[in-house]
């Protein structure tokens, strides 16, 4: 309760600074002045068609996240209750996401951000339903649907926004704002979903939140309809005469032969992967240490939800403290995300030492509240991340670049979980900070040789 308590003026204190340090809309920036005159539109006309296109993709991505919120908080239950073997499910959808991410982005740019998003729609609904059976022949074809289905959810949907919003002509500084919406969202969304779906779980058992899921996916599958398609390629029907497989190739060869594009990867990946592992550990951690009146483990998830909202709220100031205080605006997002991973970092060290040479009666609170300190991280760097790749990745192969960075991701969550089982508790954690440290020396790289253009690629 006090943890909670405590979480709800840190999230009020921040919404207080949100509102007093975020740039002001009704100022122009040079860049928003240059689109206006070119476009012809006044300012109003310009935000009020931002506004309208955001909440389309916002009011999609959060219908999408509560749904993946709610059966993925109860997947474990589902599955025990199953008396199947848990550990192989997981690893196969972790696998299946491997094997599939270098193909699915080239098909995602050929053949239609936007059909992409429907298709994944369809995945979940069928996965969804494929859960209501206890088999585990059935439960293993759905993990395999499910590692194809999260390449699309983190690929496709990014892929469509940030190539639909360059197509209607908004300043790129703008997207910041969508991206910290997006993560703003995700941890509210979080946190409603753990409550809808304990009353579904009630009502109708373990499956459901999965019945609810499928309710949620299908009304965001009706949402995705109004959308208007957009493709990998620069050129308007450009994608009609680029062939699946030039498109793959040359998702590769930009990966090969730009290094910002490599680093963006590498960043994606150890930040992510290390994102994972302490998704795996956080619950089994606070449980070993057997606290005093034991772990109310549904009000520790709400305030690690409510850390990652707070994070989404700080990007903005954070990023124009940066812009205006310490560097330039070019450099700023790398600056905060570096800041991020440094933090994200540290906090990780907290509970590799305590666990390691203290006794655990004297380390639970240093460790929740260092937990706390990652998802609040997790929150700031999500839209910076996001920011990042629409800054260095090419829209051309936007689908392609992503899922080709999910490769790597797996492998180090394959690791990651594989390191839970094998080593102590305090060496995985130590783990996890390095994975954290190597992001912000790679993304440090970054924010030292940056140049305030964004490079274009285009189809050979």
Same mark, same amino acid.
């Given at each position: 309760?006090?943890?909670?308590?405590?979480?709800?003026?840190?999230?009020?204190?921040?919404?207080?600074?949100?509102?007093?340090?975020?740039?002001?809309?009704?100022?122009e920036s040079a860049e928003e002045t240059k689109l206006l005159k070119s476009a012809h539109k006044t300012h109003e006309a310009l935000h009020e068609e931002f506004n309208k296109f955001r909440w389309s993709y916002l009011s999609v991505y959060l219908v999408i996240m509560l749904a993946d919120w709610m059966q993925g908080t109860h997947m474990y239950t589902l599955y025990l209750s199953y008396n199947v073997n848990i550990s192989a499910l997981f690893l196969t959808g972790f696998l299946s996401g491997a094997i599939f991410a270098p193909f699915l982005g080239s098909l995602v740019d050929k053949f239609g951000r936007k059909r992409s998003c429907i298709v994944y729609c369809v995945l979940e609904i069928a996965i969804n339903w494929l859960e209501h059976y206890k088999s585990f022949e059935i439960l293993l074809l759905g993990r395999v649907l499910g590692g194809i289905s999260t390449n699309l959810l983190f690929s496709a949907f990014e892929s469509w926004m940030a190539t639909e919003h360059r197509k209607k002509g908004f300043p790129e500084e703008w997207m910041a704002r969508t991206y910290s919406e997006l993560s703003i969202g995700n941890g509210t969304t979080a946190i409603l979903a753990g409550v809808f779906a304990q009353v579904l779980e009630d009502s109708f058992g373990h499956i459901g939140p999965f019945r609810g899921a499928?309710?949620?996916?299908?009304?965001?599958?009706?949402?995705?309809?109004?959308?208007?398609?957009?493709?990998?390629?620069?050129?308007?029907?450009?994608?009609?005469?680029?062939?699946?497989?030039?498109?793959?190739?040359?998702?590769?060869?930009?990966?090969?032969?730009?290094?910002k594009v490599?680093?963006?990867?590498?960043?994606?990946?150890?930040?992510?992967?290390?994102?994972?592992?302490?998704?795996?550990?956080?619950?089994?951690?606070? +449980? =070993?240490?057997?606290?005093? @009146?034991?772990?109310?483990?549904?009000? &520790?998830?709400? #305030?690690?939800?409510? $850390? %990652?909202?707070?994070?989404?709220?700080?990007?903005?100031?954070?990023e124009n403290f940066f812009a205006t205080k310490i560097t330039s605006k070019s450099r700023a997002p790398e600056l905060s995300a570096t800041f991020a991973y440094v933090m994200a970092s540290m906090s990780m060290s907290v509970p590799a030492i305590c666990?390691?040479?203290?006794?655990?009666?004297?380390?639970?609170?240093?460790?929740?509240?260092?937990?706390?300190?990652?998802?609040?991280?997790?929150? +700031? =760097?999500?839209?910076?991340? @996001?920011?990042?790749?629409?800054?260095? &990745?090419?829209? #051309?192969?936007?689908? $392609? %670049?992503?899922?080709?960075?999910?490769?790597?991701?797996?492998?180090?969550?394959?690791?990651?979980?594989?390191?839970?089982?094998?080593?102590?508790?305090?060496?995985?954690?130590?783990?996890?900070?390095?994975?954290?440290?190597?992001?912000?020396?790679?993304?440090?790289?970054?924010?030292?040789?940056?140049?305030?253009e964004k490079k274009q690629v285009k189809a050979d």
């Open positions: 309760l006090n943890l909670l308590l405590g979480m709800s003026a840190a999230l009020t204190t921040t919404l207080l600074v949100n509102y007093f340090y975020t740039p002001d809309d009704a100022t499928i309710a949620l996916t299908a009304l965001a599958l009706v949402l995705i309809l109004r959308w208007e398609e957009n493709y990998g390629e620069e050129k308007e029907g450009g994608h009609e005469n680029n062939t699946l497989y030039k498109q793959f190739k040359d998702g590769w060869k930009l990966v090969g032969s730009d290094s490599l680093r963006i990867g590498l960043i994606q990946a150890l930040s992510e992967g290390g994102m994972y592992t302490f998704v795996f550990m956080w619950v089994p951690t606070l +449980l =070993s240490m057997e606290p005093p @009146g034991g772990v109310p483990t549904g009000c &520790v998830f709400s #305030a690690l939800m409510m $850390a %990652i909202t707070i994070g989404g709220i700080v990007f903005q100031p954070l666990l390691c040479c203290a006794p655990a009666s004297t380390c639970f609170e240093k460790i929740l509240i260092s937990f706390v300190v990652i998802e609040f991280c997790v929150g +700031l =760097s999500s839209p910076i991340a @996001g920011t990042l790749r629409a800054k260095y &990745v090419p829209d #051309a192969y936007q689908g $392609a %670049i992503m899922n080709i960075f999910r490769l790597p991701l797996n492998i180090v969550v394959v690791s990651g979980t594989y390191a839970t089982d094998v080593y102590d508790q305090y060496q995985v954690f130590g783990i996890v900070s390095a994975l954290f440290l190597s992001a912000a020396a790679l993304q440090s790289t970054l924010a030292l040789g940056n140049k305030d």
